[in-house]
């Protein structure tokens, strides 16, 4: 019998799914089995293409946190693009959307810190939020 | 060509086990010590929750009315705690388990959003951080949706759950610390008694869920934290992780039990060769992975809108062994006791350990009280937790069942703290003073 030894996580040998044709070489095979960061404790190429493009639906309300988490998740997607190609889609899209929208809200973020009220008058001590939460009581526990 | 598998002692995985127990649990701890460091004023604030509603302590009554209104504090909340885990078997007898998980969620949610938020908040006063309240507001309701679905999902990846868990259990303990001293005291001991009392007696709450998950081998939708399983090199190891895994989800569907979403994927049996029959052992383990405590740090997180605090009882998961280690035929026997989790640690259908995130709280939440002493009383309260936890894992090897995972650590590091603080203390500062040692 064959036997195998796994040594990461994310090469498991023997693949019950999807993908013929990779089994048999278990010592970091070049393109691996899972398209999750978990391996063989994640999902499975079926099961990841839905998560995948739930995430990237659902990041577009506001939550690029959540396409970080899809990249996070699908980082072997990222790297192997061409063995998951329908996952990779949906992943290199929550990439580009959590990077572009970091920059624009970092650059905003940083702009109003060091731009100050010299910059914005006396807006800026309206919107900072340490003025915000004293006016609006939330600095107690009360 | 065949290779010898390399065989593993005990040794090695037992000590892989704990050091993924013992480092989200210090990692907590010691989050919470910084917060506490941090965030302290001279002029304390103190909640008025349901943990005070008996007795607000103030500086100037006697101590034996300090220890009374302490006493009677304790009591109330252990009472309400009792009654919400009550309530709590009712709904999973009457298979509520769909309502659990959204309670839990939301729970979640209120924990990140809200508290998160005031601390979040404090630590911007603190700091004078320019940042404005657009940035916060969007940063803020990322991080508290992205946590309600990492736990809420019974597959996200697991390191973003396990982080996510470990803020909670940091956020609520910080909470508690804001409680006055006496009853906070008070407070642990009653809760360590309690635990001990749900998870053994044959009336308790904790013991009742955790048979009910078993007899109908379903999850209860809980906050549990659940390490990665090691992983053995043995041979034809993934081979039989991957099927097993399969093969349980495969079960699971045919149980259509309907609750469930909670399955732990991580809960992958543990090692052990591909053969049917472990398998059928290891799924008979039912996997009682959540323990109700994550409903309870739901009903916790939304007393404390209200400032009240239920306190539930779950967190503590019970610690159950994993003996399917060795590739033994008496160790899978062994394995038939089920994961409970509840309170205590359990231990997951896959075999790894579960801890209840209640017990996070608690630990983290003497160790915090220790902070606002001095940090010697820190770190002698911080070994003895740790080693209470080694004990209650040597006992869960040696029971095989679910374990109460407080009253061995709150006892020690009760013990600990008073020790450190009224005798320790006073030895190594003398002996500094006189230029002895230290």
Known sequence: MEASQATTTENPNPNPNPNPGRNLNSISSSSPVWPTIDGSLGLSEEESLSYARRFYNFGFLLLPLLWAVNCFYFWPVLRHSRSFPRIHYYVLRSAVGFIVFTALLSSWALTFAIGGERLFGPVWDQLVMYNLAEKVGLTSWS | ?438
């Open chain 2, 1 to 438: 060509m065949a290779q010898i598998p390399r065989p593993r002692s005990v040794l090695e995985s037992l000590g892989e086990e704990i050091i993924r127990i013992i480092t989200p649990v210090s990692i907590c701890m010691f989050m919470v010590v910084i917060l506490v460091s941090i965030l302290t004023s001279d002029s304390s604030t103190t909640v008025s929750s349901i943990a005070t509603i008996a007795y607000s302590e103030t500086t100037s009554d006697t101590t034996w009315d300090k220890f009374v209104g302490a006493l009677l504090n304790s009591l109330v909340f252990v009472a309400v705690v009792t009654v919400v885990t009550f309530v709590l078997v009712l709904l999973f007898y009457l298979r509520c388990t769909k309502f659990l998980k959204y309670y839990m969620g939301f729970s979640a949610f209120v924990v990140l959003g809200f508290l998160g938020g005031e601390i979040a908040l404090f630590l911007i006063e603190d700091f004078d951080i320019p940042i404005d309240c657009i940035t916060f507001l969007v940063a803020l309701f990322n991080f508290a949706v992205v946590g309600v679905l990492s736990v809420f999902m019974s597959k996200m990846a697991i390191f973003v759950t396990q982080g996510y868990l470990v803020v909670i259990g940091m956020l609520v303990a910080y909470w508690f610390t804001l409680l006055p001293e006496w009853t906070t005291w008070v407070l642990l001991v009653a809760m360590a008694l309690y635990d001990l009392a749900a998870v053994l007696l044959p009336v308790g709450p904790l013991r009742l869920l955790v048979e009910l998950a078993i007899s109908r081998d379903e999850d209860i939708p809980a906050l549990v934290y659940e390490p990665r399983p090691v992983s053995y090199n043995d041979s034809g190891t993934s081979g039989g992780v991957t099927q097993r895994r399969v093969w349980r989800e495969r079960r699971n569907e045919n149980l259509n039990t309907g609750a469930n979403p909670n399955l732990n994927d991580n809960s992958v049996l543990v090692g052990n060769e591909n053969n049917a029959l472990s398998n059928l052992n290891a799924d008979g383990i039912s996997d009682s992975n959540s323990s109700p405590g994550g409903d309870s740090v739901a009903s916790l997180v939304r007393a404390e809108e209200g400032r009240v605090v239920e306190r539930d009882s779950e967190l503590a998961a019970p610690l159950l062994d994993r003996g399917m280690n060795a590739p033994q035929v008496e160790r899978e026997s062994a394995m038939t006791s089920e994961n409970l989790l509840l309170e205590g640690m359990g231990l997951g259908s896959s075999g790894a350990i579960k801890l209840g995130l209640g017990d996070f709280i608690f630990y983290s939440v003497l160790v915090g009280r220790a902070a606002l002493y001095d940090y010697m009383t820190v770190y002698a309260c911080y070994l003895a937790i740790i080693a209470g936890l080694g004990v209650t894992l040597m006992l869960l090897a040696l029971y095989q069942k679910a374990l109460p995972a407080l009253p061995v650590s709150i006892m020690l590091g009760v013990a600990f703290y008073f020790l450190t603080r009224f005798l320790l203390e006073v030895f190594v500062v003398q002996c500094s003073l006189n230029l002895l040692m230290f």
